[in-house]
């Protein structure tokens, strides 16, 4: 159980365009998801915290104008990078939590988003 | 401020031979541990948490790992090393069940036929 599917798993885009990864909990229902960006040899930075019907939570740093995050559905958070430059090329990955028991979670990570601008 | 410490950036280790990757924790309280494993290219697969109790936790793929709390550590290990456990390893903690994990930079591990 708690399976995350995320899409695409690679992207190239051209610098200026907009591109947007999903990111779905395939047998939960997720009120909150996460988004991360990890670069080469390094942690997880967390970017945002995606609520359900709501509007994302964004960490210090993190434009939210460039970094959309839309959570419409229980099951669906998409990132929409926006107006992309070489400098967002990374590795994205979502995250969604989901309940282990009184007061207790769990978070099941997506296999990532490779984002390559040219 | 709070944080995890994985102090290696590689590990290199023999196969059949037991490995070791480190990780030392400044977090207040009674902190939830976690050790995370990131194959190539993909997301993170938990290997393992500790929150009370046994100081050894048991985790997949024949890892464990132990909590001691007089070296503020909760070093992961496994008897006998795969090629096919070369990965990252990210240990990472948090405040409380609520809380979303907080990760260590991570340990590349690097198993030798």
């Known amino acids: 159980g708690a399976v995350v599917s995320q899409h695409p798993s690679r992207v190239i885009c051209k610098s200026g365009t907009s591109v947007k990864i999903e990111c779905r909990s395939l047998?939960?229902?997720?009120?909150?998801m996460f988004w991360y960006r990890q670069f080469p040899k390094q942690s997880l930075m967390l970017m945002a915290t995606s609520n359900e019907g709501s509007k994302a939570t964004y960490e210090q740093g993190v434009e939210k104008d460039k970094f959309l995050i839309n959570h419409a559905s229980l099951t669906l958070s998409t990132l929409t990078v926006t107006s992309a430059h070489p400098e967002d090329s990374s590795f994205y990955i979502c995250?969604?939590?989901?309940?282990?028991?009184?007061?207790?979670?769990?978070?099941?990570f997506g296999s990532g988003t490779r984002l390559t601008v040219v | 401020a709070q944080s995890v410490a994985q102090p290696e950036d590689q590990v290199n280790v023999a196969e059949g031979n037991p490995l070791t990757v480190k990780c030392t924790y400044s977090v207040s309280g009674n902190p939830y541990l976690f050790w995370y494993v990131q194959y190539p290219n993909r997301g993170l697969q938990f290997l393992l948490k500790y929150i009370t109790g046994d100081n050894l936790v048991k985790g997949s793929y024949g890892f464990e790992a132990e909590f001691n709390k007089s070296q503020t550590s909760f070093h992961l290990k496994k008897p006998s090393a795969l090629v096919s456990d070369s990965a990252l390893y990210f240990c990472a903690f948090s405040s409380g069940g609520s809380y979303i994990p907080t990760f260590g930079r991570g340990t590349s591990l690097i198993v030798h036929p």
């Open positions: 995250s969604a939590r989901h309940t282990q028991g009184a007061g207790e979670y769990g978070y099941t």
């Open positions: 047998d939960f229902q997720a009120t909150t």
